[in-house]
């Protein structure tokens, strides 16, 4: 029959929490920041994480970028600035003598304006060869891709992304369509299919693929190039080791000559990725455990009041027959209850926040985080209710009853 | 049959480097449904005597046992529970919970005693029917008269069925009207079997007694025997 004293102290614990609403609320602040901090950032976390996991697999886990520097990098400028440019060339070169390239595709990318009829944006564009399709993990989602002789013959064809598509055609069939591309008409012949925002930062969904033959003629011969070399995943670490070779022979360099290009992976991206989440996690269990610490102290003093306030009642109800023990539950009940409820009223704004999070990049809050938020608070009040509670439990009743 | 047994008790305190006797060498019996009202000026230690027939303090020395157990070798939980089950506290202030109505008030005794709800509930509204207070059971005291409180007060310390009921000046704060009721309410009780200890200045308070002790310097000084 504990369970009944437990009731009657969780009750007076309501009661005394809800008396002094304004006293409660700021006495729970410091909890309530640390629950909804360690949310929100476990919330983000998450989010990135899902964003994360889709821009890598959108990069391709089994692909290597080629291109003139690292992504990340810390070389000095000057040291890098002087690389020779990829060449178109490299595709066939690597052919011939790559074993591992299943797949080559040279990007060249600029920015251009699209028009359909009287609608016009601007957007990426990007040409390439046959291949591309291959070192990309989207699908066509409507037509077709163009093929080796389109590209060599330099035909004016277009594969574009969906969002384009959406936005020139709506509900009409784009394929066979005519758009112009900085004012030269290119004949859509595919849409890939949707794919949302690379690292929730911008969609890759507006873009317009063409062959490089077309693309070269009519835009730059000159300007940026990366390779695009599918490898098979299990021999990651084989295929680097021979691109690098393949490349350094391509390049002409010497054996004591350093690299004048950069493999790229998103492994890369995954170690700048761990730190992120390191740098995140860390600002947020900071703050959690400083607000956990300034909140405990602060329920702690606010406890050390109500006891001293209620000496009178502690009195009478040890003259009514509570023990040290009961007197102790209460008042540490009611710790646990302030925390408590400042636990859940943390969790409930997080989850507003989350919500709103979540229109910007897909998060959700998650849930053993969420019932951890609410265990650690009710470790506070434990904590930081004790030695009131104690001191409540130790009172003298005669001179507590006497107590004015 | 003897209920309370006091023998050589002494209660002594230090203040200051200076040795004060608040008891000073009690003897005292006290019997089933006896009417016993101590009397004493202030300083003389009825107070402290109280407190000491209530299980709220323990002698410095002497041997007391309350229905033949010995209670000055007992520890703060024996002696809460003691307190629960054995003793009904009426104070002069009353002393009710002010946030809790009045049958809460006289429920919480039974929730420390680890009673069932169905039988704490309906032992709280028959303890407050019997003090004439059915009509106003989910008052809170500062919706009740002073004389209304105190009847909330007896019927806490009557609802678990106590072998004593300690009152301290039940009639201090109340005026002379409901001071009375109260008054007649202890009678009553007493006419029923209960045995009541009332702690009084006034001897118009102590002539409902049956027995009246004086104290003096933590002496007592008399011991009379009333016959109506």
Redesign the interface.
């Known amino acids: ?2 369970f ?2 437990f009731i ?1 102290n969780f009750r007076i614990s309501l ?1 005394a929490v809800f ?1 002094n609403k304004t006293r409660s609320l700021l006495t729970a602040l410091g909890i309530i920041i640390g629950v909804l901090s360690v949310t929100l950032m476990g919330t983000l976390i998450s989010g990135l994480d899902r964003s994360f996991e889709g821009s890598m697999s959108w990069l391709g886990k089994d692909i290597l970028h080629i291109s003139r520097y690292e992504w990340f990098s810390d070389m000095e400028w000057w040291e890098v600035k002087n690389r020779p440019r990829l060449l178109p060339e490299y595709v066939e070169k690597i052919r011939e003598r790559s074993e591992y390239a299943l797949a080559i595709a040279p990007v060249m990318q600029r920015g251009a304006s699209l028009a359909y009829e009287e609608k016009e944006t601007r957007t990426e564009i990007f040409g390439t060869n046959e291949e591309y399709m291959e070192t990309i993990s989207t699908n066509i989602g409507k037509g077709r891709f163009f093929t080796s002789s389109e590209d060599r013959s330099g035909s004016r064809v277009t594969v574009i992304g969906d969002g384009i598509k959406e936005a020139f055609f709506g509900e009409q069939d784009p394929i066979g369509q005519y758009i112009k591309i900085d004012n030269i008409k290119f004949r859509v012949i595919g849409v890939l299919e949707k794919q949302g925002k690379f690292l929730g930062l911008f969609s890759v969904d507006n873009q317009a693929i063409l062959p490089l033959g077309a693309y070269k003629r009519i835009f730059s011969r000159r300007g940026w190039m990366r390779l695009s070399v599918k490898v098979p995943e299990e021999k990651m670490e084989d295929s680097v080791d021979e691109i690098l070779s393949v490349m350094r022979h391509i390049r002409g360099l010497k054996p004591n000559e350093k690299n004048d290009f950069a493999i790229n992976q998103t492994k890369a991206f995954e170690s700048q990725y761990n730190t992120l989440k390191i740098a995140i996690g860390g600002t947020g269990f900071f703050i959690t455990m400083l607000s956990l610490i300034v909140g405990g102290i602060g329920i702690m003093n606010i406890m050390f009041v109500t006891v001293k306030e209620r000496t ?2 502690i ?12 007197i102790l539950g209460q008042f540490l009940m009611e710790a646990v209850t302030i925390c408590l409820i400042a636990g859940l009223v943390g969790l409930f704004f997080a989850y507003i926040s989350s919500l709103f999070i979540n229109k910007f990049f897909p998060s959700t809050l998650p849930i053993g985080l969420s019932i951890f938020s609410i265990v650690m608070s009710m470790v506070v009040g434990i904590v930081s209710g004790f030695i009131p509670a104690y001191k409540a439990s130790k009172l003298d ?2 001179d507590s ?1 006497r107590y004015e | 049959m003897t209920l309370i047994s006091l023998k050589d008790i002494y209660k002594i305190y230090n203040v200051g480097g200076e040795e004060v006797r608040a008891l000073d060498g009690i003897d005292l019996a006290i019997r089933e449904n006896e009417y016993l009202a101590i009397m004493g000026p202030s300083g003389s230690g009825k107070s402290t005597l109280m ?1 000491m027939i ?1 299980c ?2 323990t002698p410095t020395s002497g041997i007391y046992e309350f229905e033949g157990e010995m209670v000055q070798v007992m520890d ?2 024996q002696l ?2 003691i ?3 054995k003793i009904g ?1 009426v ?1 002069q202030t009353f ?3 002010p ?1 809790a109505t009045a049958h809460h008030n006289v429920e ?2 039974l ?7 169905e039988e ?1 509930l309906k032992m709280a509204s028959d303890a407050l029917e019997s003090v004439g207070l059915a009509d106003r059971m989910h008052h809170k005291p500062n919706e009740l008269s002073g004389g209304q409180r105190q009847r909330v007060a007896i019927a ?1 310390a009557l609802v ?1 069925n106590p072998s004593i009921l300690l009152a301290d000046e039940p009639t201090g704060n109340l005026d002379s009207r409901s001071g009375y009721e109260i008054m007649e309410i202890l009678d009553l009780l007493h006419k029923k079997g209960n045995t009541i200890i009332l702690v009084t200045h006034e001897d118009d308070i102590a002539k409902h007694a049956h027995r009246i002790i004086r104290l003096f310097d933590g002496k007592i000084t008399e011991d009379i025997e009333q016959s109506f």
């Open positions: 029959m504990i009944s004293l009657e009661s008396a009178k009642e009195g009478v109800r040890k003259a009514i027959g509570a023990t040290n023990g009961m009743p005669i009853l | 407190n209530g709220l303090d703060d939980a809460a529970s307190r629960n089950r506290f104070f002393n009710l919970l946030k919480i005794p929730v420390y005693a680890n009673i069932r709800k704490r806490r678990n």
